[in-house]
């Protein structure tokens, strides 16, 4: 079975640049995620998708950072423009359904920098 | 608000230590529990985890007990390998929310 998918892995932009990365979930996983790790924490989660509508952004800083789940399959994060402190591991996650105990599979992540 | 906290690393040992990374956390209720794996240069695995009080998780030879008295779910193994050198992570889940709450992570560096 296919894993996570993520596209690119590494990106470097100037602060207010545009940047968008790209997640593709396990076939059928109803579920989304989009995690940011920042270099030395853990990951903090941005935005949350149960198919394509929004579950929870409450941790998105909405004046920057945009995400879309077109169709509840494919995913895209962006941020516009970007800030120095946007650097770091951006980690898409899917499950195969809300609620219950459900396992989230990780992708392998895109790391950002940010210069 | 809920939160995990674990033992700064890095945490250095010889092959066939025992190991325990230590994690606590604080929640508004009873989550579940998990420990999470990055080895170098991929994605983020489950390792293990425990639904409810006194589970007992286990994997690959590691374990963690979930403590609801200590509010603690700490990591161990009875000995380590090489390939064990990881970054390692513990969190917690509300079912209802699905969404993982991470501690800031162990490196755990195994050496021959």
């Known amino acids: 079975e296919a894993g996570v998918a993520q596209s690119p892995r590494y990106k470097i932009i100037e602060k207010r640049q545009s940047v968008a990365f790209w997640c593709n979930p396990i076939s059928g996983h109803a579920t989304l995620y989009w995690y940011q790790q920042i270099l030395g924490q853990g990951p903090k989660l941005l935005i949350q998708f149960q198919n394509n509508g929004v579950v929870d952004d409450s941790q998105l800083p909405k004046d920057r950072f945009s995400a879309e789940r077109l169709k509840g399959v494919d995913s895209t994060l962006k941020i516009q423009p970007a800030k120095l402190e946007d650097s770091a591991v951006y980690l898409c996650a899917s499950s195969l359904e809300r609620g219950g105990t459900t396992e989230a599979f990780f992708g392998q992540g895109t790391r950002l920098t940010v210069v | ?112």
């Open chain 2, 1 to 112: 608000g809920n939160s995990v906290t674990q033992m700064e690393g890095p945490v250095t040992l010889s092959e066939e230590a025992f190991l325990t990374i230590n994690c606590t956390y604080t929640a508004t209720g009873y989550p579940s529990l998990f420990w999470y794996v990055q080895y170098p240069g991929e994605g983020l695995q489950l390792l293990l985890k425990a639904t409810k009080a006194d589970d007992k998780g286990s994997n690959k030879g590691f374990e963690a007990t979930y403590r609801k008295e200590t509010t603690s779910f700490h990591l161990e193994k009875g000995s380590v390998q090489v390939s064990d050198s990881a970054v390692y992570f513990c969190a917690l889940r509300f079912n209802a929310g699905n969404m993982l709450t991470f501690g800031g992570g162990t490196r755990l560096m195994v050496k021959p």
